[in-house]
């Protein structure tokens, strides 16, 4: 099936859009459009957020009330995307669209829209003749595409920060292998300095490994967990806050290795403090405390034999049995359990806690001893 359509041809350096107008009954065309929505069970498929089908509802509901009347509007336009080239007629200011040869399109901003015109067409027949105004870029690979999703979700209105997190990661990873687009400043440095992607990998570990206190209870972007107790944009933060800095010891040691450090770690955290429920160690007060004790805690750990559990494990009990004042029970299961202490701390006593701990660490002479 083929679509002729008027187009305006608008050239933004290397970017080439055709501005132009569809029908609703030319978006329902079959494999037409597609939404290239992030999987977080893929860490390189998809890059759009969830549908929000209350938004697209909203949309529909008042697009059929507009039709007796005529007067429901839609002014903002659609952007879609394709990597093949559409030839323009300047004779006649048109493009012709070869839907079984260009299709899918991306559709890189208004998936919204797009479902709630489609929802309303449903219900009443008339909306397929509603015109919708559409911005088409052509030649635009697919990593592409998902820069252009980053830098309108960033610059208009704000994206989800997990989905965000994801896309810094995949584009630090395709920095030295694809060609990128030019992209703002801070997105840029964002993506240079790669601690979206660093953080990330933290993450995703702690996560997938079977063996781990936090295996499967961090949400993913995109994801519904159930079992969920923290979301990844928490998670990931704390790392990049309290983690990736310049004084943590282990950072010289290669990825998979400082991964395994930092699940022993937990796995220390959890054999003194449990895991059992009601606890709120896996909530977000847990994570960043932990995750700014560490660094202080890996330079003490320096001087031990190893970074195995039950050395970790030995040099935290003696550390809290050293916390003093109004947090000296932090070492202590009842202090995690719901309802408890740590149910109600904020960030002045998450600081004040981490203080405390930092002095209790340099009391302890705990030393493992070095087997002969």
């Known amino acids: 099936m083929k679509i002729i359509r008027p187009a305006a041809i608008v050239k933004q350096g290397q970017l080439t859009l055709y501005t132009t107008s569809l029908k609703v009954s030319d978006l329902l065309i079959p494999n037409f459009y597609s939404v290239e929505t992030l999987d977080p069970n893929e860490d390189n498929k998809g890059y759009q957020r969830l549908l929000n089908t209350a938004r697209a509802k909203k949309l529909s509901d008042y697009i059929v009330s507009g039709q007796d009347t005529k007067d429901a509007f839609l002014p903002t336009s659609i952007f879609m995307a394709t990597n093949k080239n559409i030839a323009f007629k300047p004779e006649n200011n048109s493009i012709e669209i070869d839907v079984k040869e260009i299709g899918p399109f991306s559709i890189v901003d208004g998936q919204h829209r797009v479902e709630g015109l489609k929802m ?177 805690f890996f330079n003490k750990m320096i001087n031990m034999p190893d970074f195995k559990v039950e050395t970790m494990e030995g040099l935290l009990l003696s550390t809290f049995e050293n916390v003093e004042g109004d947090y000296a029970g932090v070492g202590h299961t009842e202090f995690w359990t719901k309802g408890g202490k740590a149910s109600f701390l904020n960030s002045g006593a998450i600081n004040q806690i981490n203080t405390e701990m930092v002095k209790a660490l340099h009391k302890t002479n705990f030393q493992k001893e070095i087997e002969l």
């Open 120 to 296: 309303a067409a449903d219900k009443d027949r008339r909306v397929l003749d509603f015109e919708v105004p559409v911005n088409i870029a052509i030649n635009l690979s697919n990593i592409a595409q998902m820069c252009h999703f980053l830098i309108v979700n960033t610059t208009q209105r704000s994206v989800e920060k997990g989905v965000e997190q994801r896309i810094y990661s995949r584009l630090t990873q395709a920095l030295e292998v694809e060609d990128i687009p030019n992209l703002p400043k801070w997105i840029s440095r964002a993506v240079e300095k790669g601690e979206d992607d660093l953080a990330l990998k933290f993450v995703d570990f702690l996560n997938r490994e079977s063996q781990s206190p936090w295996y499967n209870k961090i949400e993913m972007a995109n994801q519904i967990n159930k079992e969920a107790s923290v979301n990844q944009k928490s998670f990931v933060q704390s790392i990049k806050r309290h983690v990736l800095v310049a004084n943590n010891p282990i950072s010289i040691k290669n990825q998979d290795i400082q991964h395994k450090i930092f699940l022993n770690y937990w796995k220390a955290i959890t054999n003194i403090l449990g895991t059992d429920d009601p606890t709120v160690l896996f909530k977000y007060n847990g994570v960043e405390l932990f995750c700014k004790f560490s660094v202080p």
